[in-house]
T-cell receptor, first 109, second 113 residues
C-alpha cells in the first residue's frame, strides 16, 4: 500500500461546478498535511496547508479527518484556471514529506 | 525577488555520464530537498539537508549524490549508477519549522539518450 493515495482522476467538470478530491495516508503519526497545485510541466506550488480540523481559502476548503486518516480538498465555483494537477502531501515529522501521485482536474467552458 | 533557481532547465546526456544539477536559493531557508517526478507519479524524495554540511538519504538515494557546502546551494549529481535517470528533478527548500511547506524551483528535465 502506498503511503499517500489519491483519487485516480482525471476529473472533468464544467465551469461553476463543485469538485472534491480525497487523499488517504497510512502513517497514523503524520503531523501535517498539504495540498499543492501543479500545472503541466511546471513545479508544484503550495495551495493550502491543513493543520487542524480544516481551513478555507476563498473557493477552496480543505478538511482533515485524523480518525479515518484522510484529507479532502473541495473547490467551489470551478474556474477554467483551476485546471491542473492537485497533489496531496503528508509530513511524517521533521523533514520528510510524502506526496501522492496527484489528481488531474479539467474544467471546461 | 527571493526564490529557488535550478539549472539547467533541460539537459540531455548519454548513458554512463554523470550530470550535476544546480540548485540555489536566496530565501535564507535552512532545509533543502531534491525530489524526482516521473510521468503519472508523485514526487519521490532523493536527498534532503537540514543544515550546511549535513544531508540525509531519502527514499530513492541510490545512484545520486549531493553536497551542502553553503546554505544557499544544494547540487545534485546523477551518477552512471542510477539505472533510470530520465525524469523531472525538483529542488525545494523550507524554513525547517514548517517541514511540509516546500518552495520549489522550476525543475530540471533530464533525458538520458
Amino acid at each position: 500500500r502506498k503511503e499517500v493515495e489519491q483519487d485516480p482522476g482525471p476529473f472533468n467538470v464544467p465551469e461553476g461546478a463543485t469538485v472534491a478530491f480525497n487523499c488517504t495516508y497510512s502513517n497514523s503519526a503524520s503531523q501535517s498535511f498539504f495540498w499543492y497545485r501543479q500545472d503541466c510541466r511546471k513545479e508544484p506550488k503550495l495551495l493550502m496547508s491543513v493543520y487542524s480540523s480544516g481551513n478555507e481559502d476563498g473557493r477552496f476548503t480543505a478538511q482533515l479527518n485524523r480518525a479515518s486518516q484522510y484529507i479532502s480538498l473541495l473547490i467551489r465555483d470551478s474556474k477554467l484556471s483551476d485546471s491542473a494537477t492537485y497533489l496531496c502531501a503528508v509530513n511524517t515529522g521533521g523533514f520528510k514529506t510524502i506526496f501522492g501521485a496527484g489528481t488531474r482536474l479539467f474544467v471546461k467552458a | 525577488d527571493g526564490g529557488i533557481t535550478q539549472s539547467p532547465k533541460y539537459l540531455f546526456r548519454k548513458e554512463g555520464q554523470n550530470v550535476t544539477l544546480s540548485c540555489e536559493q536566496n530565501l535564507n531557508h535552512d532545509a533543502m530537498y531534491w525530489y524526482r517526478q516521473d510521468p503519472g507519479q508523485g514526487l519521490r524524495l532523493i536527498y534532503y539537508s537540514q543544515i550546511v554540511n549535513d544531508f540525509q538519504k531519502g527514499d530513492i538515494a541510490e545512484g545520486y549524490s549531493v553536497s551542502r557546502e553553503k546554505k544557499e546551494s544544494f547540487p545534485l549529481t546523477v551518477t552512471s549508477a542510477q539505472k533510470n535517470p530520465t525524469a523531472f528533478y525538483l529542488c525545494a527548500s523550507s524554513t525547517g519549522s514548517h517541514g511540509g511547506e516546500l518552495f520549489f524551483g522550476e525543475g530540471s528535465r533530464l533525458t538520458v539518450l
